[in-house]
C-alpha cells in the first residue's frame, strides 16, 4: 500500500510564506512525476506545479516565479514552496505521484488527502 500525507498548509497573510510537504510511503520502488494541484470549491481541480524524476519542472502561469517545487528522491518527499501568496491562492492542494510498487509494474497515480491552505488579505 502507498500514502501520499501533505503537511505545512495553514492560514497565512498576504504576502506570506509556506511551504508544503509531502511524503511518500509504502512499498515503492520508483517515483516518476510529481506534482501538486489546488482545488476551490465549485472549480476544477487543477495542476499548480510538476517535477519529472530528472528535476524538469513546469508550473502554472499563475504561480511562476513565486512557487518552487523540488523533491529528495532519498525521503520520497516532494516540497512546494510558496512565496509571496495571494488571495486567489487560498485552495485545497492535492500531492500526485506517479509511483511503481514492483520493478515489473508500470506506474500509478496516487493523490494525497490534501490540506487547507488559505491567505487572508
Known amino acids: 500500500q502507498v500514502q501520499l500525507v501533505e503537511s505545512g498548509g495553514g492560514l497565512v497573510q498576504a504576502g506570506g510564506s509556506l511551504r508544503l510537504s509531502c511524503a511518500a510511503s509504502g512499498s515503492i520502488f520508483s517515483i516518476n512525476d510529481i506534482a501538486w494541484h489546488r482545488q476551490t470549491p465549485g472549480n476544477q481541480r487543477e495542476l499548480v506545479a510538476v517535477?519529472?524524476?530528472?528535476?524538469?519542472?513546469n508550473y502554472a502561469d499563475s504561480v511562476k516565479d513565486r512557487f518552487t517545487i523540488s523533491r529528495d528522491n532519498a525521503k520520497n518527499t516532494v516540497y512546494l514552496q510558496m512565496s509571496s501568496l495571494k488571495p486567489e491562492d487560498t485552495a485545497v492542494y492535492y500531492c500526485?505521484?506517479?509511483?511503481?510498487?514492483?520493478?515489473?509494474?508500470?506506474?500509478?497515480?496516487?493523490w494525497g488527502q490534501g490540506i487547507q491552505v488559505t491567505v487572508s488579505s
Open positions: 500526485y505521484a506517479q509511483i511503481k510498487r514492483l520493478p515489473w509494474t508500470g506506474y500509478i497515480a496516487y
Open positions: 517535477i519529472t524524476s530528472g528535476g524538469i519542472t
